[in-house]
């Protein structure tokens, strides 16, 4: 009525039935729906409902400045990857691919006046480019959903997303455990954990070996009903004490109250099934080391079995990831298994592997070679830098098995086809992934991370490991990643692949004494370790035969 009274133009006449069709999500646009439906049921007159839209509508304004911000800061990525990444790449296209990732974010249309100019990025040069990234995030105005630098976020999350799956933008409230999970360490108590669905309470899946919470005597399936916080996580005294009932709290809200400065206090009341009253355990938080080196299963101690076959000395080792500490903890178990044992067999498993540092798959390699290439890596510009390896402290004199699935990634492929192309170890399994690429991590302005991929890496054959890499050879187009050696090869299907991953999990819980696994559970058979150990025991009785022979037996 109003519009066919020419009283109010139909662009404000639109904005009002969008919304009052629906809620919006924004306070501000909520803010705005209330003054249409006072003017709707008649409690504001014409003029004062203008007045309140132009103040609401200022409140979604954003200023020249903030969006020149953003714009300047999407330029910047766009530009290290230009310079960095892999392959070339068209600075019209990601400033393109970083808007639309923000509209949509925020499941909002492209107005037709950008989408022309969308249309022609291509070819426009950088000052226009940043005109258009700032013309882009003015449209949207102000909003909680893109505050505090969400607009970045989205927008380069979308923009490396089109890359490739492992280039991507690490921000700053997400860095932390980025670095923690790449270092194989973080301060705080040392507890795995996930929610209880019958509880919808924090569970404890398990405490980490040689944490405070391991030392408290925290265990597996502890529930952790409140934290009780003190102090905060950088040791500051709180006015009063956080009492935190962990109630359809997150594992992400759990994990940044739990985190802290080492040396500072923290509380948790728990309850134990059989335990008749809550626990309340006083932490100091300390540093946690992730083990990334795992055996075959705990011993009653809590520490690894790493010795599988004992009357054959065929010793097991897991790599779940390669961290900073990875290499360390692995060669003082192969110290202090040849010393103890005398190692005569030995499995080396990569299965579910994702990988991690290039660095410590390249001394993972050199541990189990004489000498020669390891791996090449291979920029977009610029010389190739090829890694090679030293006899010296190498263990050669055993015969060994790699075991690789489909999940065996990047640092677990340099291992196993380092491993395969020396002739030092048989691959069992199946095909890895076939991710033969190495990312970068680059410092970013927002306080956030760059993760580029930046270059290949090539087996010592000379050959492909990338999936989906366009240098295939002419001769072997299907060549990548690292398959099983010929008789080797043993795929498991997805139950059996999902009930392997479950069981590997299980063995790495620290159950509280006098644990007893549920009665009626059906013992997993592992089939490619069988394999693997069937190979091993012969390449054994093999040596001990030709020993004999010679010493005259």
């Given amino acids: ?99 639309k990732g923000m509209y949509k974010s925020v499941n909002e249309t492209i107005p037709s006046h950008l989408k022309d100019r969308l249309d022609n990025a291509k070819t426009l040069k950088e000052v226009d480019l940043v005109k258009l990234l700032t013309e882009s995030r003015l449209h949207l105005g102000k909003r909680e959903d893109l505050g505090d630098g969400n607009d970045i976020t989205v927008s380069l999350q979308a923009m490396l997303g089109k890359l490739d799956k492992h280039t991507d933008y690490i921000a700053p409230e997400k860095k932390t455990r980025f670095e923690q999970e790449t270092r194989g360490q973080f301060t705080g108590i040392g507890v795995q954990i996930r929610r209880s669905a019958s509880r919808d309470m924090l569970q404890v899946v398990t405490p980490l070996m040689g944490s405070p919470a391991y030392k408290a005597k925290i265990y597996a399936n502890d529930i952790i009903t409140t934290i009780i916080r003190e102090v905060d996580s950088d040791g500051k005294p709180l006015s009063k004490p956080e009492v935190i009932s962990t109630k359809g709290m997150s594992t992400e809200e759990a994990v940044k109250k739990i985190l802290g400065k080492p040396g500072t206090k923290i509380k948790i009341i728990i309850e134990r099934e059989g335990v008749d009253k809550p626990l309340e355990f006083n932490l100091i938080r300390g540093k946690v080391e992730m083990e990334t080196v795992v055996g075959f299963k705990r011993k009653a101690d809590d520490h690894w079995d790493y010795v599988i076959d004992p009357e054959n000395k065929i010793c097991y080792v897991r790599l779940t990831q390669f961290t900073e500490n990875t290499y360390r903890d692995l060669e003082k178990v192969m110290r202090r298994l040849t010393k103890e044992v005398g190692i005569k067999g030995f499995v080396l498993d990569l299965r579910f592997n994702p990988g991690g540092l290039l660095d410590s798959a390249v001394k993972i390699s050199d541990l189990f070679i004489d000498d020669g290439l390891i791996v090449t890596i291979r920029p977009r510009n610029g010389p190739e830098t090829s890694y090679v390896g030293r006899s010296d402290g190498s263990y050669t004199t055993f015969p060994m098995v790699c075991l690789v699935n489909g999940f065996s990634a990047s640092a677990s492929e340099i291992v196993a086809a380092c491993l395969q192309d ?24 927002t306080g956030g991370k760059l993760k580029l991929t930046t270059a290949s890496f090539w087996r010592p054959s000379g050959r492909n490991l990338n999936r989906g890499n366009v240098e295939h050879r ?33 063995n790495e819980i620290i159950h509280r004494p006098g644990y007893k696994a549920p009665e009626g559970k059906a013992e997993f058979k592992d089939r490619q370790l069988e394999l693997a150990l069937d190979y091993l025991r012969g390449q054994i009785r093999i040596a001990n035969a030709n020993g004999a022979k010679k010493t005259g037996g």
């Fill in 1 to 99: 009525r109003l519009v066919a009274e020419k009283k109010i133009d139909k662009a404000i006449a639109e904005e009002g039935r969008h919304l009052l069709r629906r809620m919006p999500k924004l306070e501000t646009l909520q803010k705005l729906r209330k003054e249409y439906q006072k003017l709707v049921d008649g409690e504001t007159e014409l003029a004062a409902f203008l007045e309140r839209r132009d103040e609401v509508r200022g409140e979604l304004k954003l200023s020249e400045r903030d969006a020149n911000h953003y714009a300047l800061m999407v330029m910047r990525a766009i530009k290290m990857v230009r310079d960095n990444y892999v392959k070339e790449t068209n600075m019209g296209t990601m400033a393109v691919d970083a808007i």
């Fill in 422 to 445: 020396h002739g030092r170890a048989i691959i069992v399994g199946s095909r890895t992934y076939g991710k033969g690429s190495v990312q970068t991590i680059n410092n970013f302005q």
């Fill in 474 to 506: 002419d001769d072997d187009p299907d060549v990548w990643g690292v398959s099983p050696n010929e008789g080797f090869a043993l795929k498991l299907d997805a139950k059996e692949r999902n009930d392997l991953q479950d069981f590997q999990r299980e």
